[in-house]
Every structure is written in C-alpha cells, then in structure tokens.
C-alpha cells in the first residue's frame, strides 16, 4: 500500500509550482524608477527647487502611498489599478555644495511596501575669487548646478545692455561643476566706469529671459592715482 503514497508526493509538488508561476504582478516588490543623476536647488522656495519626478510600480492598487525624502514626508499619491504611482516632488533645499539625499514611496498601512532610490542634489551659485580685483586681473570662477550638456556663458552688460559674451567652461560631473581661471573682464579696452552686470547660463546668446542663469554686479571704479612725490 505504498504505492499510493509515492504517487501523492509528485503531485503535490507539481501543485506547488503551478501556484508559483500563478503569483500575481501585485505580488511583486514594489521599485521607484531611477532618478536623475543630480539635481539643483536655486533657492529655500519650492519654485526655486528642481522638481523630482517620481514613477513607482508593484503597490497594491487604488491604495495611498506617502512620498518621503530624507524620511521627510513631501506628498501623498493614489496607487492606480495597475499599482503604479506617477508624482513629483522639489528636490530638498541645500545652501551650498552638494549633498546626497534618498527618495522614498511607502504604502500607507502597508509597511513592507516600500521602495527608494538615491541621488544628488546641488546648490545653484557662481563664485569670484578674489571679489574685489582689478578689471584686467585674472579671477577665479566658479559655478556648480549647470547639468544641461551645453558650455557656460558668461554675457557682460552694462546699464541693460549686452556688451560682450565669452565661453567660460564646460561643467563636469553629474553636478555641473566648473572652475576657471580668466580675466575678469576679457576686453581689449577698459570697461566703463560704474555698474555691471554678468549673467553666467548656458545659452550661447545673451537672453534676459533665461530662467536658469546667475547674475553678479560688479563696480567698475577709476584706479586710485598714486601719490607723488614733493
């Protein structure tokens, strides 16, 4: 009467590996698709951060998940019948510098659905060094947050109106990153006396309208005479 017995055993595990392959997509874990590889971040406001698009698959569906980055919660979205999720959020607020921060998309009641993904975030901003140096001296720029796959641009005005643009560098990193060294002012004759502005993008031509840009005022003065001798 064995014989029965060593019959139920196969079917048994045939059963076992139809309901297997039977698992639901819903079943699956839930993943956030992959981020940018940075992100810039202009200002405290939110319009001034560079929004992060979320995508997010494998919830269970018409369920509630929150959004989180750095465990901060930022949104909450609804799980459509297919269990994904489609949102956005601004990138965190960073002052200076760069700074690596996690995205992640946790299922409200649910705490085993949960998926993350990291990425970078970076402070808009131009530098001079030194601040206060004489027009034809040779200053050290540098920038970071100029993610586009385009050269910088540095376009000279004075009172509103463009007098000259140069190619400064091309950025580097996932960051956009630049650090150059060049005349502050790269022209063959003395700039006006008074107030000018430099508007540093990535636009080739000078454009007032540009949105990702940074302006510097710089005070062109007249060089103190020295003093003779009686």
């Not at 959004?67 to 269990?83: H, M, P, S």
């Not at 998926?115 to 720029?141: D, E, G, H, I, N």
């Not at 502050?184 to 949105?211: A, E, L, M, S």
Request: proline share 8%; with cysteine.
């Amino acid at each position: 009467m064995l014989i029965p017995v060593m019959l139920k055993r196969p079917m048994i595990l045939g059963a076992a590996l139809a309901a297997l392959h039977c698992v639901p997509a819903s079943a699956q874990a839930p993943k956030v698709d992959g981020l940018k590889p940075c992100y810039v971040s202009a200002g405290p406001l939110e319009t001034q951060r560079e929004p992060v698009s979320v995508r997010a698959t494998n919830f269970t569906k018409l369920s509630t998940v929150d959004i989180l980055i750095d465990e901060t919660l930022q949104a909450t979205a609804a799980v459509d019948f297919t269990g994904a999720v489609v949102g956005s959020v601004p990138a965190p607020f960073i002052a200076s510098g760069q700074a690596p921060f996690t995205l992640r998309v946790a299922e409200q009641n649910n705490a085993m659905n949960t998926a993350s993904q990291m990425s970078l975030v970076t402070a808009f901003s131009v530098s001079q060094t030194p601040k206060v140096a004489k027009t034809k001296q040779r200053v050290r720029f540098r920038g970071r947050g100029f993610v586009d796959s385009a050269y910088v641009y540095a376009h000279y005005l004075f009172r509103g109106i463009p007098r000259k643009t140069v190619q400064v560098a091309y950025p580097e990193g996932p960051c956009g990153t630049f650090d150059e060294r060049r005349q502050q002012f790269p022209f063959k004759r003395k700039p006006d006396r008074g107030t000018w502005t430099i508007q540093i993008d990535q636009v080739p031509n000078y454009d007032p309208r540009t949105k990702t840009k940074v302006t510097m005022n710089i005070n062109v003065k007249r060089a103190p005479r020295e003093s003779r001798g009686r």
